[in-house]
């Protein structure tokens, strides 16, 4: 059986991917926080984690590959999103989470086997706050739940930053109710008006970082196999994740395998943001004409943990890319795979060599099966083409009808002919011309 390798964030190496139990496979990534339209480099870690959990059900048929995404419904962010607005927060975050579904789906990313909404998991955060307070890892203070980073002298081996880079990272302003800078908050108060759950330290919300280890804990388990998301998450977010969990189950860690991907920047510019007006929305892309899978192509271009570019012309060259894959694998049925292209993306999914051996393909059912571990090549070469190239099919043959009105058949056979070989058929008949594709 192929070897999957994976790069390891916290063992700063490639290791060979070795699933704890044999009955299944899995893996969490973190979620959206709803109350924004996903831009494009936000769609990055869903589409190449889309990839692994495509590529872990090939090489596992016979385990159960369980993808958690969780949904961060309860947010400063949709608080503010929805007082601008005048609405109930779930009011924007209904919204938005179904562009967002809307968004996965044109990229090709499948469902989640498991897609638990943090507001439907209170309880579940409220435990492990409780257990931590419990361990002498967190304290309570001022309405607010803390988790104490003194008391854990393991914290930090993922980002494996200083203290005063996780002091400065922690990104609260060190309250009064800290009885550390670094410390994090787990849980706050909710004044009345504002979204809030009743809890054992007052009415309040939860902290982003206490969500996904409570939701892991109770969907999954105390060790998941692997943990994923964007660069950006590794620390405090994911540091923060990994030391409260470990220290709720008694030293059992999160994860067995940590992955992140890199960043993703708008060509020409320092990096994509709202103020300086670059901001490309999945939406957006698409209402352009582009195709999803054109985006998607796009968006595997580059190796998961590089930077990538994205340019009009990345978006061009990988549209041509897949026309061209389109012609070549017809409307072949899938065959077996291509070992090739199973080889580069079981070492820590190098799609860059995966998708040049794709592109020497001759044998169009292996084309096809190849393709489709990389989640491309969805649909028959007619329907991708469909709707193409009508423009100047209907010129053509408003140029037959001329030349054949002027009685120059020679050239109104010629025209037949290059559109018959372009797979256009055309039927005369007393209303004037009709074309269908053949
Ligand atoms: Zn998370």
Not at 233 to 252: D, K, T, W, Y
Not at 420 to 428: F, K, M, N, S, V
């Given at each position: 059986m192929?070897?999957?390798?994976?790069?390891?964030?916290?063992?700063?190496?490639?290791?060979?991917?070795?699933?704890?139990d044999?009955?299944?496979?899995?893996?969490?990534?973190c979620?959206p926080?709803?109350?924004n339209?996903?831009?494009i480099?936000?769609?990055r870690?869903?589409?190449?984690?889309?990839?692994?959990?495509?590529l872990?059900?090939h090489?596992?048929?016979?385990?159960e590959?369980?993808?958690?995404?969780?949904?961060?419904?309860v947010?400063d962010?949709?608080?503010?999103?929805?007082?601008?607005?005048?609405?109930?927060?779930?009011?924007?975050?209904?919204?938005?989470?179904?562009?967002?579904?809307?968004?996965?789906?044109a990229?090709?990313?499948h469902?989640?086997?498991i897609?638990?909404?943090?507001?439907?998991?209170?309880?579940?955060?409220i435990?492990?706050?409780?257990?931590?307070?419990?361990?002498?890892?967190a304290y309570?203070?001022?309405?607010h739940?803390?988790?104490?980073?003194p008391?854990?002298?393991?914290?930090?081996?993922?980002?494996?930053?200083?203290?005063?880079?996780?002091?400065?990272g922690?990104?609260?302003?060190?309250?009064?109710?800290?009885?550390?800078?670094?410390?994090?908050?787990?849980?706050?108060?909710?004044?009345?008006?504002?979204i809030?759950?009743?809890?054992?330290w007052?009415r309040?919300?939860?902290?982003?970082?206490?969500?996904?280890?409570?939701?892991?804990?109770?969907?999954?388990?105390?060790?998941?196999?692997?943990?994923?998301?964007g660069?950006?998450?590794?620390?405090?977010?994911?540091?923060n994740?990994?030391?409260?969990?470990?220290?709720?189950?008694?030293?059992?860690?999160?994860?067995?395998?940590?992955?992140?991907?890199?960043?993703?920047?708008?060509?020409?510019?320092?990096?994509m943001?709202?103020?300086?007006?670059?901001?490309?929305?999945?939406?957006?892309?698409?209402?352009q004409g582009?195709?999803?899978?054109?985006?998607?192509?796009a968006?595997?271009?580059?190796h998961?943990?590089?930077?990538?570019?994205?340019?009009?012309?990345?978006?061009a060259?990988s549209k041509?890319?897949?026309?061209?894959?389109?012609?070549?694998?017809?409307?072949?049925?899938?065959g077996?795979?291509?070992?090739?292209?199973?080889?580069?993306?079981?070492?820590d999914l190098?799609?860059p060599?995966?998708?040049?051996r794709?592109?020497?393909?001759?044998?169009?059912?292996?084309?096809?099966a190849?393709?489709?571990?990389?989640?491309?090549?969805?649909?028959?070469a007619?329907?991708?083409?469909?709707?193409e190239?009508d423009?100047?099919?209907?010129?053509?043959?408003?140029?037959?009808?001329?030349a054949?009105?002027?009685?120059?058949?020679a050239?109104a056979d010629?025209?037949?002919?290059?559109l018959?070989g372009?797979?256009i058929?055309?039927?005369d008949?007393?209303?004037?011309?009709?074309?269908?594709?053949?």
């Amino acid at each position: 059986m192929t070897q999957l390798r994976l790069y390891d964030t916290l063992a700063r190496e490639k290791r060979a991917f070795e699933p704890a139990d044999p009955g299944r496979v899995t893996m969490y990534v973190c979620g959206p926080t709803v109350y924004n339209r996903a831009h494009i480099g936000n769609a990055r870690p869903f589409v190449v984690f889309d990839l692994l959990a495509r590529l872990l059900r090939h090489l596992y048929p016979e385990r159960e590959v369980i993808l958690a995404r969780n949904i961060t419904d309860v947010d400063d962010k949709i608080i503010r999103a929805a007082a601008d607005e005048g609405v109930d927060p779930s009011v924007v975050t209904a919204r938005f989470e179904q562009l967002f579904q809307e968004d996965m789906a044109a990229l090709g990313v499948h469902r989640p086997s498991i897609e638990p909404r943090a507001t439907e998991n209170i309880a579940a955060m409220i435990a492990m706050a409780q257990r931590l307070i419990q361990t002498g890892n967190a304290y309570e203070a001022d309405g607010h739940v803390l988790f104490h980073v003194p008391s854990d002298p393991g914290y930090g081996a993922l980002g494996r930053r200083d203290r005063d880079a996780m002091v400065a990272g922690a990104r609260v302003e060190v309250a009064t109710y800290q009885t550390d800078p670094a410390d994090c908050v787990r849980g706050k108060p909710s004044p009345e008006g504002m979204i809030g759950w009743d809890s054992p330290w007052g009415r309040g919300r939860p902290g982003w970082h206490i969500e996904c280890s409570a939701m892991i804990e109770r969907h999954i388990g105390e060790t998941i196999d692997i943990h994923a998301g964007g660069l950006d998450l590794i620390f405090p977010h994911h540091e923060n994740e990994l030391a409260q969990s470990r220290c709720a189950h008694g030293g059992a860690p999160l994860a067995r395998y940590w992955l992140h991907n890199g960043f993703l920047s708008m060509a020409g510019a320092e990096k994509m943001s709202k103020s300086l007006g670059n901001v490309v929305t999945v939406g957006e892309l698409l209402r352009q004409g582009h195709k999803g899978e054109v985006l998607r192509l796009a968006l595997l271009s580059a190796h998961y943990r590089q930077p990538l570019e994205w340019s009009d012309q990345l978006v061009a060259q990988s549209k041509a890319t897949l026309d061209r894959l389109y012609r070549s694998a017809s409307n072949a049925e899938r065959g077996d795979a291509d070992p090739g292209v199973l080889d580069a993306l079981a070492d820590d999914l190098n799609t860059p060599l995966a998708l040049s051996r794709l592109s020497g393909l001759a044998d169009p059912p292996t084309l096809r099966a190849s393709a489709a571990l990389l989640g491309l090549l969805g649909q028959d070469a007619l329907s991708w083409f469909q709707g193409e190239g009508d423009v100047r099919i209907d010129e053509l043959v408003a140029a037959r009808t001329a030349a054949k009105k002027a009685r120059n058949f020679a050239e109104a056979d010629r025209i037949r002919t290059e559109l018959a070989g372009d797979g256009i058929l055309l039927e005369d008949n007393a209303a004037g011309t009709t074309w269908r594709r053949a």
